[in-house]
Nanobody
Framework: QVQLVESGGELVQAGGSLKLSCAAS????????VGWFRQAPGKEREIVAA????????YYADSVRGRFTISKDGAGNTAFLQMNDLKPEDTADYYC???????????????????WGQGTQVTVSS
């Protein structure tokens, strides 16, 4: 079985930082593109950040660029989303996703991802 498990979400004050983790079982991120998505209450799911299978290329939504950083560990077992200078608008359920790719590209469309985690809740208070 392929499983992605997110962790690290919690209540944090505006201006604070959190680091989300996505632990993979049954796959290695070395051959998978990885993305972080979020869905706020009453809003549609949106891409937050994505990373290519090698980690050489990344993508960030305009709303988080400069504040968030996506990364992978060297073994390809865990992906991370470092979130700094958090804003109330960042409040959402955050999901890790992965999909097998043949090119070292970032994938920013949710429908192209085959595997999803259960989500972790991030709440930013003002």
């Amino acid at each position: 079985q392929v499983q992605l498990v997110e962790s690290g979400g919690e209540l944090v004050q505006a201006g604070g930082s959190l680091k989300l983790s996505c632990a993979a079982s049954g796959l290695t991120f070395m051959r998978y593109a990885v993305g972080w998505f979020r869905q706020a209450p009453g809003k549609e799911r949106e891409i937050v950040a994505a990373i290519s299978r090698s980690g050489a290329s990344t993508y960030y939504a305009d709303s988080v660029r400069g504040r968030f950083t996506i990364s992978k560990d060297g073994a390809g077992n865990t992906a991370f989303l470092q979130m700094n200078d958090l804003k109330p608008e960042d409040t959402a359920d955050y999901y890790c996703a992965a999909t097998l790719v043949t090119w070292d590209v970032v994938i920013t469309t949710g429908h192209e991802y085959d595997y999803w985690g259960q989500g972790t809740q991030v709440t930013v208070s003002s």
